[in-house]
């Protein structure tokens, strides 16, 4: 039961370099998300997925790119990293969306850039 | 856009004590609102959730009510225990956010023995 799982946990990376993060379902939940957690500003969203091939942007989706090929997986890949995006990276799902249905966390990537 | 305020943004109690977050919202246009903890360095956990269409749910020691139409919710700790430690965040799911959650900013919750 693994539930939802993030990898790396940790990643250090240098300005410039490209860097996808993963994240893996085993609910085939619909819909999923990304949220980045920065000091001073909380959680915010940087894109969703509401179905396969079906992606939206957040309100931090700049720098970002995001697939969703398949159900259980939703990367998020930082085409050229930036100091500013040095964060810890969660990832969401949700079996549905709109009244009574909760999203739930992975543990989460800390993402630093050089 | 949806603007969602905790206070206090940390609070101090010993063990034993009733508590009662605090979480505000700018727009009444809600499908859920959840609340989670955090422990650090970790990511978070769902505790509760209640649609908009409730006034409030419990788990356990745990309470939490909803008044929508004033943008207030209250999480209640009953008799805390230094295991309730953690920062608690509410977010709200706004109806014209595409199924996004707005987050507060959260209380960061210390209980001493």
């Known amino acids: 039961d693994a539930g939802i799982t993030q990898s790396p946990r940790y990643k250090i990376t240098e300005t410039g370099r490209q860097v996808t993060l993963m994240c893996h379902q085993t609910?085939?939940?619909?819909?999923m998300f990304w949220y980045r957690q920065d000091l001073g500003h909380g959680l915010r969203l940087i894109y969703y997925s509401a179905a396969a091939d079906i992606t939206d942007k957040g309100e931090v989706p700049d720098g970002y790119v995001v697939s969703r090929s398949k159900t259980e997986n939703f990367p998020l890949t930082l085409e050229s990293a930036t100091r500013s995006q040095t964060s810890v990276y969660f990832c969401?799902?949700?079996?549905?969306?709109?009244?009574?249905?909760?999203?739930?966390f992975g543990p989460g990537t800390r993402l630093t850039v050089t | 856009k949806q603007e969602v305020t905790q206070i206090p943004a940390a609070l101090s109690v010993p063990e034993g004590e009733n508590l009662v977050l605090n979480c505000s919202f700018t727009d009444s246009a809600i499908y859920n609102l959840q609340w989670f903890r955090q422990d650090p360095g970790k990511g978070l956990t769902s505790l509760l959730l209640i649609q908009s269409s409730q006034r409030e749910q419990t788990s356990g020691r745990l309470n939490a009510s909803l008044d929508k139409s004033s943008g207030r919710s209250t999480l209640y700790i009953a008799a805390s225990q230094p295991g309730d430690s953690a920062t608690y965040l509410c977010?709200?799911?706004?109806?014209?956010?595409?199924?996004?959650?707005?987050f507060g900013k959260g209380t960061s919750l210390l209980v001493t023995p």
């Open positions: 977010a709200v799911q706004a109806t014209n956010s595409g199924y996004a959650l707005n």
């Open positions: 969401a799902s949700s079996e549905s969306a709109g009244q009574g249905y909760e999203q739930y």
């Open positions: 609910w085939s939940h619909s819909y």
